[in-house]
């Protein structure tokens, strides 16, 4: 497995792609300071659209194909929202 971390500011979207094992989307908030946080918009999870700003991390892996990943994993900030993508490839 190969790791990977990008820091997205938005609203600029930073894309997670198939295949991953498992991922991390860490909210730094607005120009990365860590105190204003606001939700992050994500597509390809089903049930989730967005990861509600008291979250700071959230992490996702696959286990046992139970978890439904609906394609490529997109996260879009806000703009000048910093997030941190981090996955396992």
Same mark, same amino acid.
């Given at each position: 497995?190969?790791?990977?971390?990008?820091?997205?500011?938005?609203?600029?979207?930073?894309?997670?792609?198939?295949?991953?094992?498992?991922?991390?989307?860490?909210? !730094?908030?607005?120009?990365?300071?860590?105190?204003?946080?606001?939700?992050?918009?994500?597509?390809?999870?089903?049930?989730?659209?967005?990861?509600?700003?008291?979250?700071?991390?959230?992490?996702?892996?696959?286990?046992?194909?139970?978890?439904?990943?609906?394609?490529?994993?997109?996260?879009?900030?806000?703009?000048?929202?910093?997030? !941190?993508?981090?996955?396992?490839?």
């Amino acid at each position: 497995m190969l790791p990977y971390a990008e820091v997205i500011i938005g609203p600029a979207p930073g894309v997670i792609p198939n295949g991953v094992k498992a991922f991390n989307v860490i909210n !730094l908030g607005q120009d990365g300071d860590m105190i204003d946080l606001q939700d992050i918009p994500i597509t390809g999870v089903v049930g989730l659209t967005a990861v509600p700003k008291n979250i700071q991390t959230f992490c996702f892996s696959i286990e046992n194909d139970e978890n439904n990943i609906a394609g490529p994993v997109t996260v879009t900030p806000p703009a000048s929202h910093h997030v !941190l993508i981090q996955y396992l490839k």
